[in-house]
Every structure is written in C-alpha cells, then in structure tokens.
C-alpha cells in the first residue's frame, strides 16, 4: 500500500530554515512525479514545489529562490528546503505523489513562523 509520512515541521522565527521530509513507502518515489503543498487557515491548498521523475523542479512564485524540492532515492524520500521564512509561510504542509493508480496524500505538518 502507498503511503507518504512527512516530518520535520515546527515554529520558527521570521528568516529561520526548515527541512521537511516525506518518507514514501509501498512505491519507488523517483519513478513518480512527487510535490509538496501547503494549506493555511482559511485558504485552499495550493502547490508549493514539485520535482518530477528526471529530477526537474519547479515552484510556486511566493516561494522560488527561497525553498528547493529534492529527493534521496536511497532513502525513497523527498525533501523541502525552506529558508529566509515568512509569517505567510505558515500553514500545514502535505506531500503528494501521482501515481498510476491515482493520487497520494501525506498527512501533513504543520509550519509556523513567528513574526
């Protein structure tokens, strides 16, 4: 069975860095396109980064030059670098995976920074 764990949130001061992790299992994650996302309070879930299977990245305009998408195929894990964090990053952050069989959801983490 697919899963994905995420790890590695937490509450951190304006311009502070986090790493997030997404642990896949039941599939081999660098055969799949995987993105993280992000929902804030009151707002949608919207894409923040996805790196594909060839290992291209791209990211959403609030967060490029600030966040880098990578992935440790030895481990089936995917990353989320952020640095130079803002309050409006706050929000619970979820990876995903497209996979043949449909979409996969983590369960979240949340990300809060303080002012």
């Known amino acids: 069975q697919a899963q994905l764990v995420e790890s590695g949130g937490g509450l951190v001061q304006a311009g502070g860095s986090l790493r997030l992790s997404c642990a896949a299992s039941?599939?081999?994650?660098?055969?799949?396109?995987m993105g993280w996302y992000r929902q804030a309070p009151g707002k949608q879930r919207e894409l923040v980064a996805i790196?594909?299977?060839?290992?291209?990245?791209n990211y959403a305009d609030s967060v490029q030059g600030r966040f880098t998408i990578s992935r440790d195929n030895a481990k089936n894990t995917v990353y989320l670098q952020m640095n130079s964090l803002k309050p409006e990053d706050t929000a619970v952050y979820y990876c995903?995976?497209?996979?043949?069989?449909?979409?996969?959801w983590g369960q979240g983490t949340q990300v809060t920074v303080s002012s």
């Open positions: 995903k995976a497209n996979l043949n069989i449909g979409v996969v």
């Open positions: 039941g599939f081999i994650s660098q055969f799949y396109v």
């Open positions: 790196i594909t299977s060839s290992a291209r990245t």
